[in-house]
């Protein structure tokens, strides 16, 4: 039987997910941009599927563009913001333990003139709020900072950063990944001051290469695809019309069971923890009581993360080392802000979990975690 406890890299399909996208693929398959009966039927799901969304955010439906995914609504959000406001300033801030998608943007934008300031965490993996206001700047113009970390699933205070933000003289705009948030808290861009939001299908069982960013009526961004005119011409290309109807699918079965999705996953991450607690020796528990519901991170101290998750993937377990999106890369720049040693990162394992994950997986899981732990700690030991 396999285990799937890899959720924060990406989910499996609903059924309906894929049900919808082969309606797509072999009967509405039209394009949206073609002016008779089959593209004007496509071009009108679409709008049904925007027009969802923006109702479950309580925003406006002109204000939802979709995209490829998380990566590519975090570059739109952030360069755009960046080079239509550079006049009024060129000073950006966000953190040390972002996506890489973010972090990375923002090392780009440092090598076009751009001044960076990355806050530090503490060992919860929070930022300082104090630190945070220090660090505004009369040529501030974008502050970005994700909701849920995607490695350990601490919660950002984005809801007392965006009211601060919103009592300033001076406009500083607010950009917020919410990929990891997005369905497992319950949370509405206006009462937070978000002026961009971004969400990534695959995250919530809906399609990989597609996701959407929010963006605030008003405000200042320069598209940074062009072409076409399609998603109002601020972000051209033909629409993934499958991967839409697809995601929309995914946000409307989260959306309606999202109170009892939360606490059912909420419940398995307790169940974990006092499984793991209760069987195994020498760990440290990386993610905070307070984080977010589906993600647990922990360190088997003197042993090895990535051999261990291979010993896992034999029995058919699946787990991650940290980011997928930086998995391959040694040790995690997460960790490394919260202030474990090196041993503690080495050893670090992200169990992250779903609605599709019940009490007996997770009873499994613990029962050879607790044996794939004691037989490498032996193995090491009489080396």
């Known amino acids: 039987m396999e285990i799937y406890l890899d959720n924060s890299a990406t989910t499996k399909s609903y059924r309906e997910v894929v049900d919808k996208m082969i309606y797509a693929l072999t009967e509405e398959y039209g394009n949206p941009s073609s002016i008779h009966r089959k593209g004007v039927i496509v071009e009108r ?12 955010l309580g925003v ?19 360069r755009g913001i960046a080079y239509a406001n550079k006049r009024s300033g060129k000073h950006l801030i966000t953190t040390k ?36 206001k220090r660090a505004l700047r009369e040529d ?34 607010f950009h917020v990944d919410a990929v990891q948030s997005f369905g497992k808290i319950e949370f509405k861009p206006s009462r937070y001051n978000i002026d961009l939001l971004s969400v990534s299908g695959h995250k919530i069982h809906g399609p990989k290469g597609i996701g959407f960013l929010y963006v605030k009526e008003n405000t200042k961004i320069k598209p940074i695809l062009t072409g076409g005119g399609q998603e109002s ?18 946000i409307r079965i989260t959306m309606t069971n999202i109170k009892s999705n939360i606490e059912n996953i909420k419940n398995l991450r307790e169940l974990l923890l006092k499984e ?25 101290l003197g042993i090895k993360g990535e051999i261990l998750l291979h010993y896992l993937e034999e029995d058919n377990i699946y787990v991650s080392t940290g980011s997928a999106c930086s998995s391959k890369k040694k040790g995690s720049h997460v960790l490394l802000s919260m202030g474990l040693s090196d041993k503690e990162i080495e050893g670090a394992i992200r169990f992250s979990l779903s609605c599709m994950n019940s009490e007996d997986e997770i009873k499994k899981v613990v029962k050879i975690v607790k044996m794939r732990v004691e037989e490498l700690r032996n193995i090491i030991n009489k080396r």
């Open 60 to 78: 406006k439906e002109k204000e939802i563009f979709f995209t490829s995914g998380g990566t590519e609504s975090n570059n739109t959000a952030i």
């Open 276 to 300: 793991i607690k209760n069987n195994v020796d020498d760990i440290k528990v990386n993610s905070s009581d307070d984080g977010v519901c589906h993600i647990l991170n922990v360190s088997f």
């Open 45 to 56: 799901e679409i709008k049904n599927v925007r027009n969802e969304i923006a109702k479950f």
């Open 140 to 173: 501030t113009i974008l502050v970005s900072i994700m909701h849920v970390n995607n490695e350990v699933g601490s919660i950002q205070p984005v809801d007392k950063i965006g009211r601060y933000l919103s009592k300033l003289k001076r406009k500083v705009y």
């Open 97 to 132: 333990i972002e996506h890489p998608s973010v972090l990375n943007t923002f090392k780009d934008l440092e090598s076009e003139g751009y001044v960076v300031t990355y806050l530090d965490v503490d060992d919860k993996g929070l930022i300082d709020f104090e630190e945070f």
């Open 233 to 250: 011409s601020f972000r051209s290309g033909t629409e993934n019309v499958p991967g839409i109807l697809g995601l929309g699918e995914a």
